[in-house]
C-alpha cells in the first residue's frame, strides 16, 4: 500500500516552489501556510480549527510582519479575527511552530501548549557566551575542521533568539484533550518524542485526521539530532514514537510542512525503515574508519545535496543527525570510542 496524497494543491505548490492557497479541509478545518523566510522549508502550514465560539491554532508559524499578516489573513477566512483566537498549541519548540505563539496570545489573550516533555534544552544557559563556548568545544569534540567550528556551532544570536520564544502556559501529554471545544475532549494528544524532547502529534478520533507536526511528512525524513541537554538518544525515542503511530491507514495525516497525505501507517513504517537504514549506514562508514569522528562519518555517507555542499544551519543538521544515529548505536554497543557522545548504559543490540 502507498501513501495517498490528498492535498493536490499543496503537493502542486510544494514541487513548483508557489506558495500554497489557504485551504478550508473540513467542518471547521483550514490550513493556513505561514511563511518561513530563508529556509528550504519555505513556509509552515498552520492549522486553524474553529468550534462555537472557540478557536484553536495549531503551530502558528515563524513570527514575522509578513507570517503575521498571512496567519490573520488565514484566521479572517475562518471566520475569526486574531483576537477571537481561545487556544494555541505548538506541537514542539522550534521557531517555524512556537515562533508566532507569544504575538497571537498578546493580541488575543490564548494560552499557550506545549508537549509535557518539551525542553527549552537550548534557551537554558546563564552566559550566551559561555554558552556558545561550550558548544564550540563540542564541535571540536566531534572533529570539525578548526575553520568551521564558528559555522557549525550556536551563536550568541541564534541562542537569544531562541530564549525569546513563548513559555507554555499548559503542558499536554499523551491521551490528554487539549482544551479546546465544547465538551473539550474532541482533539486529543499523542506523544511522540524524537524530533524535539517532547514533540507532541494531535488526533482528531472521529474524524480520523492526524496532526503530525514534524514527527510525519510525506516526502523527507525529519531531521533528529543530538543537541545540548536535549534528548541523549532521540533515534530511539524517534523510532519508538513511530512505532506508537502504526495505527489505521484512514487516518489523513495534517504535517506542518510539505502537504497532506492519507496513510498513517505506512508512512510511519517507511520512516521507520528509512531510520534503521541510516543508522546502519553510519555503522558501515563508522567500521571502517580507524578513528571516526562525528565529522569524519558525516563525511562519508550520503546526504541529499552531497555533505561538501552543506554550509551553515544544514552543516550543523548533518553533524547533530550523524551524532545522534552515532549515540543510537553505542548505546547498542555497536561503535565506540566516538568522541563528544553522551554516556548512558548499554542496551541489548536491536538492529538487524
Known amino acids: 500500500m502507498a501513501v495517498e496524497v490528498t492535498g493536490v494543491g499543496q503537493r502542486e505548490a510544494w514541487l513548483a516552489k ?5 485551504e478550508r479541509l473540513d467542518d471547521g478545518l483550514w490550513s493556513v501556510p505561514v511563511v518561513f523566510p530563508g529556509n528550504p522549508m519555505r513556509y509552515t502550514l498552520s492549522y486553524v480549527l474553529t468550534q462555537g465560539d472557540e478557536c484553536l491554532v495549531i503551530d502558528p508559524g515563524f513570527d514575522s510582519d509578513e507570517g503575521w ?12 479575527g486574531a483576537g477571537e483566537v481561545t487556544c494555541i498549541v505548538a506541537t514542539h519548540f522550534h521557531t517555524d511552530h512556537l515562533g508566532m505563539a507569544r504575538r497571537l496570545a498578546k493580541a488575543s489573550g490564548a494560552p499557550i501548549g506545549l508537549g509535557a516533555a518539551e525542553q527549552r534544552h537550548l534557551s537554558v544557559y546563564d552566559d550566551a ?25 550556536m551563536s550568541v544570536g541564534a541562542l537569544e533568539h531562541l ?15 487539549v482544551p479546546f471545544g465544547s465538551p473539550h475532549g474532541e482533539v486529543r494528544v499523542v506523544e511522540t518524542p524524537g524530533h524535539t524532547p517532547g514533540h507532541l502529534c494531535l488526533e482528531l478520533p472521529g474524524r480520523e485526521i492526524f496532526f503530525s507536526g514534524d514527527h510525519l511528512l510525506p516526502r523527507i525524513t525529519p531531521n533528529v539530532s543530538l543537541e545540548l541537554r536535549g534528548d541523549p538518544n532521540p533515534v530511539s525515542s524517534y523510532l519508538d514514537s513511530l512505532a506508537l503511530v502504526e495505527r489505521s491507514n484512514h487516518y489523513e495525516v495534517l504535517p506542518a510542512h510539505e502537504y497532506r497525505f492519507r496513510g498513517l501507517g505506512v508512512r510511519a513504517r517507511e520512516l521507520r525503515t528509512a531510520t534503521e537504514e541510516r543508522s546502519l549506514q553510519v555503522l558501515e562508514a563508522a567500521s571502517v574508519q580507524r578513528d571516526p569522528s562525528v565529522h569524519s562519518v558525516a563525511r ?24 545522534a544515529h552515532l549515540q543510537h548505536l553505542a548505546v547498542q554497543g555497536l561503535v565506540g570510542g566516538v568522541r563528544g557522545l553522551p554516556t548512558l548504559a548499554p542496551q541489548v543490540p536491536m538492529l538487524r
Open 129 to 153: 557566551e559561555q554558552e556558545v563556548e561550550l558548544d564550540r568545544e563540542r564541535m571540536r569534540l566531534w572533529g570539525v575542521p578548526e575553520g568551521r567550528i564558528e559555522e557549525a556551532a
Open 300 to 323: 562519508d555517507i550520503s546526504w541529499s545535496r552531497g555533505f561538501g555542499s552543506l554550509g551553515g544551519l544544514q552543516f550543523r543538521l548533518a553533524l547533530s543527525e550523524t551524532a
Open 18 to 22: 508557489r506558495f500554497p492557497s489557504v
Open 163 to 177: 530564549r525569546d520564544l513563548a513559555d507554555a502556559d499548559f503542558r499536554l501529554s499523551s491521551g490528554q484533550p
Open 69 to 80: 499578516a498571512q496567519l490573520v489573513a488565514g484566521l479572517r477566512r475562518a471566520g475569526v
